[in-house]
C-alpha cells in the first residue's frame, strides 16, 4: 500500500508564478519529511526538509508546509523559473529509518 | 567532492542471469540504501544499512534480491535469477544520519533491462 502518495502526476505553471506540489501520506508516525528534486538520467537530489515539531521550513524561493492533522504536506516554489522543470519527490520517514516515497509530480515552468 | 557514485549506468542482461550492481557511498556516511524504481512509479525502499547494525532487509522482494555493505563504504546489490520485472533502475543514497538530518544523497542509479 502506498503510504505516502502525489496525487497530481504533472503540473504547469508560468515562469515568475507560484508553484504548489502536493503530497499526502497516511501513516501518523512519520516525524520527518522531506522533498526532493529530479532530472532525467539523474539521481534525486535533497530539496528541502521538515520536521513534525515545524509546520513550516523556508528556504530561499522554497518553502515546505506541514499540516499534520490532515496528514498533508506541500512544497511551494516562489516564483518559479524554468530551471525548476523537473519531477519532485516527496518522502517520509519515522525515526530515520526506511523511508517511503511518493510517485512524483512532473513540474513544468513555462518560461 | 566526490558524490555517490554507481556501477554500472547501464546493464543489460538476459533472463535467469544473475547481477551485481555497486554502489560506492559518499566518505564517512554511516547510512547506505537502496532503491528502486520501475516506469511510472516512486522510490520503492528496498535495503537499509546503518553502521554496524544488522540491515533493514524489509523492502526486498524476494530471495533472489541480496546486498552487502563491506567495511562499511562500498555496497553490492545482487539479483539472482533475474526476471523481467527486475528491470528498473537502482538507486542507492547514502546519508550522515547525524543528529536530526536524515538527508539522503542519491547516486545516478543503474538502469537494469532484463531480456
Known amino acids: 500500500d502506498q503510504q505516502v502518495k502525489q496525487n497530481s502526476p504533472s503540473l504547469s505553471v508560468q515562469e515568475g508564478r507560484i508553484s504548489i506540489l502536493n503530497c499526502d501520506y497516511t501513516?501518523?508516525?512519520?516525524?520527518?519529511f522531506l522533498w526532493y528534486k529530479k532530472y532525467p538520467a539523474e539521481g534525486p537530489t535533497f530539496l528541502i526538509s521538515?520536521?513534525?515539531?515545524?509546520d513550516k521550513n523556508e528556504d530561499g524561493r522554497f518553502t515546505v508546509f506541514l499540516n499534520k492533522s490532515a496528514k498533508h504536506l506541500s512544497l511551494h516554489i516562489v516564483p518559479s523559473q524554468p530551471g525548476d522543470s523537473a519531477v519532485y519527490f516527496c518522502a517520509a520517514s519515522a525515526l530515520g529509518n526506511q523511508f517511503y516515497f511518493g510517485t512524483g509530480t512532473s513540474l513544468t515552468v513555462i518560461p | 567532492g566526490a558524490g555517490v557514485s554507481q556501477s554500472p549506468s547501464n546493464k543489460v542482461t538476459e533472463k535467469g542471469k544473475d547481477v551485481e550492481l555497486r554502489c560506492d557511498p559518499i566518505?564517512?556516511?554511516?547510512?547506505l540504501y537502496w532503491y528502486r524504481q520501475s516506469l511510472g512509479q516512486g522510490l520503492e525502499f528496498l535495503i537499509y544499512?546503518?553502521?554496524?547494525?544488522?540491515?533493514?532487509k524489509s523492502g526486498l522482494p524476494s530471495d533472489r534480491f541480496s546486498a552487502e555493505r563491506t567495511g562499511g563504504s562500498v555496497s553490492t546489490l545482487t539479483i539472482q535469477r533475474t526476471q523481467q520485472e527486475d528491470s528498473a533502475v537502482y538507486l542507492c543514497?547514502?546519508?550522515?544520519?547525524?543528529?536530526?538530518?536524515?538527508?539522503?544523497?542519491f547516486g545516478p542509479g543503474t538502469r537494469l533491462t532484463v531480456t
Open positions: 544499512f546503518q553502521g554496524n547494525s544488522a540491515p533493514d
Open positions: 521538515i520536521s513534525s515539531i515545524k
Open positions: 501513516n501518523s508516525m512519520f516525524d520527518y
Open positions: 566518505s564517512g556516511h554511516t547510512a
Open positions: 543514497a547514502s546519508s550522515r544520519r547525524d543528529g536530526r538530518t536524515y538527508e539522503q544523497y
